[in-house]
């Protein structure tokens, strides 16, 4: 197996491409080839939250939902609450995970949060003929959508449209993501049943997300996942813990924080350096 | 499962999980604003830490909003920041695409435009290596947690662990990651 940068992959001509995903059979020559990634993996990230959630209530963890976050209240230099719909709520540390609505609740703390909205799109569609159906993730790179089997089910997702908060689903959308698989995967899905989606990433200028400490010393940021959420979500909650907990993270996590953006001279005045973060 | 994918993770990749069962942390009342995916790992893990943990969120349950329905990719191999050297060329192309994969609403505001400009500044070669190596050491790191987290609870989410394939219709787009892999 080929390596670069230590991820694995295998380039692969359109006959091991059908191999490795029958269902492209029928599109074969409308393939030049592949590059394979046998390490990634797929899943539901609906599912998977859902399920962590009922494992962390049944571990103690309260969830409070139907309620809207208004704001932080500051005082001497800490979070002492949150003011939301139902009231004040005071705690010893706050994580701030709106993903792009984070911003908002930062900027009247003098935070500025490079985080911005990238609209994405999605259908969902129940396979109807499991043969012609993808077994793991195609990504088609002319249009830059993935086609993914989760279970009885095809999600297909892309496009990035710049368009700040709007959350309409304009037919034309969903018109390219069934182009794009049904172009590939023809007959794979039930059409009829589509469920069309829309999303808003939030994304960062460098792509990287801000995990760790704020400018506050009790207030934590864990946004800016963009387009790869999904994919680096258990670390970052894990990697934000440790950080909370003031344990030693167990990757290098300076550089994921919000100290990169401030300028050089500002960089040493962070307060509360607590617990040593990890060159 | 989880286990047989725990062995399959090279030696160098594994990390020590020395301090799950946390010693000397002091306890403390966290709340955590945001329950998509990534305010629900956050919890999950607070609360392994020994935190009393309350998670806020406006939607009758979790996950509702991005963390919905996303293509469902976990992609350390393609975690790479949309800001690279030649970007702003293809964008412009992308943009006049039928099916366009990028799509710019004509109506500018000062946060949108800024955001657009330090975007722009990020795609030099050099701040897009540094860029994409803080995004794989996550992203990695991010896959094995993962790993581990199934292997402990068993949880399952229509999960497959089968890799990734893109796929290209044209000579010019297989030369292109050969080169960006250097193969
Ligand atoms: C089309 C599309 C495809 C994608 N594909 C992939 C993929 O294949 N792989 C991958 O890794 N990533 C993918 N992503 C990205 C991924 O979905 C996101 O990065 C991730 O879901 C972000 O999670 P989050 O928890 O930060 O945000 P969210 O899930 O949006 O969570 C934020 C939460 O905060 C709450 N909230 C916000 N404001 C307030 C307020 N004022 N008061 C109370 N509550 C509030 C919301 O209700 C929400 O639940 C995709 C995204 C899109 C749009």
Redesign the interface.
Known sequence: M?K????P?E??DADQ?VA??PG?ASAKA????????????????????????D??RA???????????DRLEAEGGRIVA?H??AGR??????????????PM?AAPLGIKL?V?PVK?Y?I?VPVVDADRAP????????????I????D?I??????????F?MSLSPKRQ??LT??VED?FGGAGDQSKA?F?C?????T?????I?GRSPIQNLFL??G??????????????????I?????T???AA??GYARYLRDGRKGQRQGSGAALPA | MGARNHQEIPQERRYLHFNTGLIGVAKMKVVVLGAGVIGVTSAWYLAKAGHEVTVIDRQPAAALETSFANAGEISPGYSSPWAAPGIPVKALKWMFMEHAPLILQPKLDWARLSWMARMLMNCTADAYAVNKSRMVRLAEYSRDCLMDLRAETGISYDERTQGTLQLFRTEKQVARPRRILRC
């Open positions: 080929l670069a940068d230590g991820v992959f380039v692969l491409c490795a995903e492209l409308k393939i030049a080839g592949g590059l394979r990634l046998p390490g990634d993996e797929t899943g539901d990230c609906f599912k998977f939250t859902q399920s962590l959630a494992m962390a571990a103690g963890v309260t969830f409070r939902h139907g309620i809207s976050i949150v939301t719909s709520v005071v705690a010893d540390s706050f994580v701030l995970a709106l993903g792009s609505y984070s609740l490079p911005y994405g999605s969902t077994v793991s993730t195609v990504m088609d790179e002319t249009h830059k959508i993935a993914t089997r989760l279970g089910r999600r297909v997702g892309g496009m990035a449209e710049i368009a700040g709007d018109a390219t182009h794009s590939l469920q989606w999303g808003l990433r939030p994304m200028p460098d792509g990287t997300p995990v864990n946004t996942h963009g387009t790869l959420g999904w994919t680096m979500a258990a670390g970052s909650g894990r990697v934000l813990a440790d909370v907990s003031g344990q030693r167990e990757i290098a550089d994921l």
